[in-house]
């Protein structure tokens, strides 16, 4: 038997000793006397009682020396990557947007048309197309804004929902929205439209809010936001994400004040989002490093005593629906991309739906074979466990490489946990046995 590679060994106040394998997401105490058997077995100087040998094995911390470790998290990245049971379709129903936030990377790509019908029957189309080896369909409304566009989400959805339903696949949809439009009566739209989960963003006070995320004429947001999570939290699922640089992360706690005012903080789940300088939209000097955003956001959850288990380090596959198989993006005018940070970048552009349908178009909608081989290789083939740097990082099963679109923009963000691992894990493990106790 050998030390495992992804070993983190964290000396507790309380004489314990923590141990955390990020190749299998396992955490345990260990008590002083285990802790010196583990040493002298590590050493070479003791054998292990069976009870605890069989313990370690079982939780990845010893691993047999015949085991490649790194040959493991290969294939559950491959095997997570080109999985076909799940269809997740990003869909873009129009590009028009009320708000011109100053961070956003679609400034400059606004466009103020909806989705055609000939549109909505080619994603129809593809649905129908793979349907008949999917387990589920995963839909993600995203714009621009797409409330501006309901009426195209109330005409896709049963569409949608029939061929999953004659088909026994499961269905899910949620909504990136700025929340704007989002009261009551949009609620019971969504609702029918199964839509279970919204993400709406708020980035600090109001005056802070307002300056980062302004309507189009300039006018202030914060007010009604807030207005429509009074009248809706507890109707649908609601996660708040607090953008944060340097230049609003003072103002970043009063969010979570004035929602505990409120009464509105039970009904949702908040978390901070790192602002980064996609598509030069950020000036990197206002932008956290991620050693700063680390160390913040982990003082930001202590202090709110957020629910640590939903950001437990998590042994992962692929990163996200930018490097899986059947991840789409889909705009309002039919052209497909692998991220949705890349919507409305032409060159960033995977294919036409027409092309992906195979069907016969004029040349003028083509995208270059060159082009789509360039990106699709850029977001599909990067393997972290060959990369010079990741494949020699402990964070490497939790990390996978990182963010596809940062890597392909140069502007690679290792995982926060690097900076803030132990305390966490310490503050977790603390929760866990004061709840057994």
């Not at 609620?187 to 309507?215: A, F, M, S, W, Y």
Request: charged letters at 25%; glycine letters at 6%; proline letters at 3%.
């Amino acid at each position: 038997m050998k030390e495992s590679k992804y070993n983190f060994i964290i000396e507790g106040k309380d004489g314990n000793t923590l141990f955390y394998n990020t190749r299998m997401g396992s955490l345990a105490v260990v008590e002083p006397h285990k802790k010196q058997q583990y040493d002298l077995f590590i050493r070479d100087e003791a054998e292990l009682d069976n009870d605890f040998l069989s313990q370690l094995k079982y939780c990845g911390f010893l691993v047999e020396d015949g085991f490649d470790e790194k040959l493991d998290i290969k294939m559950r990245l491959l095997s997570s990557r080109y999985d076909t049971s799940v269809l997740s379709l990003t869909i873009t129903p129009t590009m028009a947007c009320n708000f011109r936030c100053v961070y956003c990377f679609e400034n400059g790509h606004y466009g103020h048309g909806k989705m055609s019908i000939s549109v909505q029957d080619k994603i129809i189309e593809l649905v129908e197309k793979e349907v008949c080896h999917i387990e589920k369909l995963v839909i993600t409304w995203y714009g621009g804004e797409p409330l501006l566009a309901m009426d195209v989400i109330e005409l896709l959805t049963p569409r949608l929902k029939k061929i999953c339903d004659n088909h026994n696949v499961d269905y899910s949809a949620s909504m990136v929205t700025n929340g704007y439009l989002l009261n009551t009566d949009m609620c019971e739209k969504l609702d029918r439209c199964h839509v279970g989960d919204v993400q709406i963003t708020l980035d600090g006070d109001c005056n802070t809010h307002n300056k980062r995320r302004p309507l189009a004429d300039g006018a202030g947001s914060y007010e009604k936001i807030i207005s429509n999570l009074e009248e809706i939290h507890g109707k649908i699922g609601i996660s708040i994400r607090i953008n944060v640089d340097k230049l609003n992360k003072d103002k970043v706690q009063e969010v979570v004040n004035e929602l505990k005012e409120r009464n509105i903080y039970k009904d949702v789940f908040c978390y901070l989002g790192l602002v980064t300088s996609a598509n030069g939209q950020c000036n990197n000097c206002t932008c956290m490093t991620s050693e700063m955003y680390s160390k913040f956001n982990l003082e930001f959850m202590f202090n709110n005593e957020m629910p640590l288990q939903s950001f437990y380090p998590k042994p992962s596959g692929n990163y996200c629906g930018a490097d899986y198989v059947l991840g789409y993006v889909i705009d309002a005018d039919g052209y497909v991309y692998k991220c949705w940070s890349d919507v409305g970048i032409s060159e960033r552009c995977i294919m036409t739906l027409d092309e992906m349908l195979g069907h016969n178009v004029s040349g003028n909608n083509l995208i270059t074979d060159t082009q789509s081989q360039l990106v699709m290789n850029g977001y599909m083939l990067f393997d972290p466990t060959e990369d010079n740097k990741c494949s020699e990082c402990k964070y490497l099963p939790i990390c996978m490489g990182g963010c596809p679109h940062s890597r392909l923009e140069n502007n690679q963000i290792c995982e926060q946990y690097r900076y803030n691992i132990d305390g966490f894990l310490l503050e977790y493990a603390r929760k866990i046995t004061d709840k057994e106790n």
